[in-house]
């Protein structure tokens, strides 16, 4: 079915339906971010699907990888847009913020040198993975012998599977990597010129995640004071934060 023949009503609805949600008006005020995402996510398929025989056969190492990030930013986006519409916003801003990262990763990957930046995210999460095992290991030297044959034993098998993954990397055709470099958070939201939605959506997204005092000290203060006006407010930046979500999966 062609993306124009399908109404917003019936996307709205499946995004309710699928999530079980239950039609308020709360719930009907997150419409237009359930509408976007659905129809966004829709089209990019729907465009795909045309070219997959050509990318194929143009042996194009990278587009299936590329799309499972896309599918997984969409599943990050409606699952923040479900959470606010459910009535937790605090939830909605962690998976926001999650949402707006893989967002920036896959946007910093496709700017220019896409197989090549795929490659360094991969490798240098493997790279990242090595390090974690070892200090892993380290950290249970003073443990009970018992207790630290348990963690000894389960960080071995995650090096197992971190060497398999390592494998079939090298085997996949992606340029190998020795010395991976990927750059930290800031640095990709620079390179894509977003400083601003860094320094302000990001950095208020990454507070609510790191459960940061902010929260805490709003509510008593809000209590405090019974200021309807400043709660409103409060309530108004976390939809920006889940709105700039949905802008940037759309984007």
């Given at each position: 079915?062609a993306?124009?023949?399908?109404?917003?009503?019936?996307?709205?609805?499946?995004?309710?339906?699928?999530?079980?949600?239950?039609?308020?008006?709360f719930v009907?005020?997150?419409?237009?971010?359930m509408?976007?995402?659905?129809?966004?996510?829709?089209?990019?398929?729907?465009?795909?699907?045309?070219k997959?025989?050509?990318?194929n056969s143009?042996l194009?190492?990278?587009?299936?990888?590329l799309?499972?990030?896309?599918?997984?930013?969409?599943?990050?986006t409606e699952?923040?847009?479900?959470?606010?519409?459910?009535?937790?916003p605090?939830?909605?801003e962690?998976?926001s913020?999650?949402?707006?990262e893989?967002?920036?990763?896959?946007?910093?990957?496709l700017?220019?040198?896409?197989?090549?930046?795929?490659?360094?995210?991969?490798?240098?999460?493997?790279?990242k993975?090595q390090?974690e095992?070892r200090d892993?290991?380290?950290?249970?030297?003073?443990?009970?012998?018992?207790?630290?044959?348990i963690?000894?034993d389960?960080a071995?098998k995650?090096?197992?599977?971190?060497?398999h993954?390592?494998?079939?990397?090298d085997?996949?055709?992606?340029p190998?990597?020795?010395?991976?470099?990927?750059?930290?958070?800031?640095e990709?939201?620079?390179?894509l010129?977003?400083?601003?939605?860094y320094r302000?959506?990001?950095?208020?997204l990454?507070?609510?995640?790191h459960?940061?005092?902010?929260?805490?000290?709003?509510?008593?203060?809000?209590?405090?004071?019974?200021?309807?006006e400043?709660?409103?407010?409060?309530?108004?930046f976390c939809n920006?934060?889940?709105s700039?979500?949905?802008?940037?999966?759309?984007?």
């Amino acid at each position: 079915m062609a993306t124009q023949n399908i109404t917003s009503d019936k996307l709205v609805r499946d995004f309710i339906q699928e999530h079980n949600l239950v039609t308020n008006q709360f719930v009907k005020n997150e419409a237009i971010g359930m509408y976007w995402t659905r129809r966004t996510n829709i089209s990019i398929n729907q465009a795909l699907s045309t070219k997959s025989i050509e990318l194929n056969s143009s042996l194009e190492l990278t587009w299936g990888i590329l799309l499972n990030m896309l599918d997984r930013i969409f599943e990050y986006t409606e699952g923040a847009i479900a959470a606010f519409a459910a009535g937790a916003p605090a939830s909605s801003e962690v998976i926001s913020r999650t949402a707006v990262e893989a967002s920036v990763n896959l946007q910093y990957i496709l700017r220019k040198d896409q197989t090549e930046r795929l490659s360094q995210y991969f490798y240098s999460y493997l790279k990242k993975e090595q390090k974690e095992i070892r200090d892993w290991i380290k950290s249970i030297e003073s443990l009970p012998p018992k207790e630290a044959t348990i963690h000894r034993d389960a960080a071995l098998k995650k090096k197992s599977v971190i060497d398999h993954l390592k494998n079939f990397l090298d085997q996949s055709g992606l340029p190998i990597i020795n010395s991976p470099y990927w750059p930290n958070v800031a640095e990709r939201f620079r390179d894509l010129g977003l400083q601003t939605s860094y320094r302000t959506v990001y950095a208020a997204l990454s507070s609510q995640t790191h459960s940061d005092a902010e929260d805490t000290l709003n509510y008593f203060l809000v209590k405090s004071i019974d200021d309807q006006e400043l709660s409103i407010v409060q309530g108004y930046f976390c939809n920006f934060g889940q709105s700039h979500d949905c802008g940037f999966a759309c984007d």
